[in-house]
């Protein structure tokens, strides 16, 4: 059973946070791809007038003015440790996770105007990161858990006059994951099992976007990014007693839904201070199991090879952004999030330990001359104490999750020319 839990659990992780290829989902998530979104905390959609509207709402593309637009920005990200105190199937259990450390970047450009259509190009690594364990039990279900996620978006907008513009783009999601598990030792001195597990994928999917000026200085923003299913395919290696197979070297592959999402924004100018409001839904619901596919039949006929209840819900965002022009050249940015988490007390696990979420945020950008310009970003994700218990919970967990979040910085350039 622990084979079996430690397996799906990964997986499940591994596309919660595949999911933030969707920039809106909860989990250990990157929503934040480039300077002024960092310092907005994301609500960056309609206010979205740089050259990161090519990732964040191609829609606003058409308004932007006739040069070609280029930023490249670096985030440092550091995942604090994650604490629990309780019980796992009724042992007693006082563990902690490492601290998690990585540098990600981010492209974004958008072309010269060809009509009334413009077309950008976005780079960007929307979700992974890392979650390591080194203590039993919590070795058991995550003693390493790695995932890389790369999206390449070229996208284009369509700008029908002042008041309207709309746009869209394809999303080409390329996931790499790896996950070692390693259970208790039998009485001889040999893990109860053992695992190591690898998979990639490219996946495709769609953006739309919508742009409403009823004024000047007022912008109303719909965006919507499709369903993507992650087909991702790799290699199991593994066994022991609890497997109930000595060994195995297997192909293996799943099929998980990256689920839909709908943002919603309002962005006004009262002079020197610009506000926008944004909310999203992110439905999760679509997740309902996890069902992996085995080559070798006897892992498939194994606990491994049974379908898994996720049941996972549905989630709302609620996020506010406020950019103060301090001078003419010089912006002030400031942000705040409520995000909820799509995952049940009763599947929740150590290698996904999520919970709801405030987001608190600042930055800077200056135009240093009519062609550059620079900033910098800063970002605390503060995630709730989080108490689970046996039952509902299926994994045995019973106690409290505790500490963790995530602090983020981002230093960026921007030319246009």
Not at 70 to 84: M, N, R, S
Not at 149 to 176: A, H, K, M, Q
Not at 341 to 354: N, Q
């Amino acid at each position: 059973m622990g084979t079996l839990t430690s397996k799906l659990l990964w997986r499940a992780g591994l596309f919660s946070l595949a999911a933030a290829t969707m920039a809106q989902a909860s989990g250990y998530k990157i929503p934040e791809q480039s300077m002024r979104s960092m310092g907005l905390s994301a609500a960056y959609v309609a206010g979205a007038e740089s050259a990161d509207a090519a990732y964040y709402n191609p829609a606003n593309m058409g308004w932007m003015d006739e040069r070609q637009w280029f930023e490249g920005a670096l985030t440092l990200i550091h995942l604090p440790a994650v604490q629990f105190d309780g019980t796992v199937r009724g042992v007693p259990a006082s563990l902690e996770s490492k601290t998690e450390d990585f540098i990600v970047p981010t492209l974004h450009y958008v072309g010269p105007k060809f009509g009334r259509w413009r077309f950008g190009l976005s780079v960007t690594a929307p979700g992974g990161l890392s979650k390591r364990w080194p203590d039993q039990p919590a070795r058991s279900y995550a003693e390493e858990f790695t995932l890389a996620i790369v999206e390449l978006s070229p996208s284009f907008s369509y700008t029908f006059n002042e008041r309207w513009s709309v746009g869209g783009g394809v999303r080409v999601v390329y996931t790499d994951g790896t996950v070692r598990v390693k259970g208790p030792n039998d009485p001889n001195g040999n893990p109860l099992f053992a695992e190591n597990l690898e998979g990639d994928s490219f996946d495709f999917g769609y953006n739309l976007a919508l742009s409403y000026r009823p004024a000047p200085d007022t912008t109303l923003s719909a965006t919507y990014r499709s369903n993507v299913d992650l087909t991702v395919e790799g290699t199991a290696k593994g066994g022991g007693s609890a497997v109930g197979v000595a060994w195995f070297d297997t192909d293996a592959d799943v099929k998980v839904p990256l689920p839909a999402t709908l943002s919603l924004a309002a962005m006004h100018d009262f002079g020197r201070v610009r506000v926008e409001l944004e909310y999203e839904r992110v439905f999760w619901s679509r997740y309902d199991q996890l069902d992996f596919n085995f080559a070798d039949p006897r892992v498939e006929r194994s606990l491994l090879g049974k379908p898994k209840p996720k049941d996972w819900d549905d989630t709302n965002t609620f996020r506010i952004g406020v950019t103060w022009h301090v001078q003419e050249n010089w912006d002030m940015l400031f942000g705040y999030a409520w995000d909820e988490t799509p995952i049940p007390e009763k599947s929740i696990g150590f290698e996904l330990p999520d919970s709801d979420a405030q987001v608190f945020s600042v930055g800077s950008v200056i135009q240093i001359d009519d062609n550059w310009e620079a900033g910098f970003a800063m970002l605390y994700d503060k995630k709730r104490n989080r108490s689970v218990a046996t039952p509902p919970n299926e994994n045995g967990i019973d106690g409290e999750f505790s500490e963790g979040g995530a602090y983020l910085a981002t230093v960026g350039i921007g030319y246009r020319f």
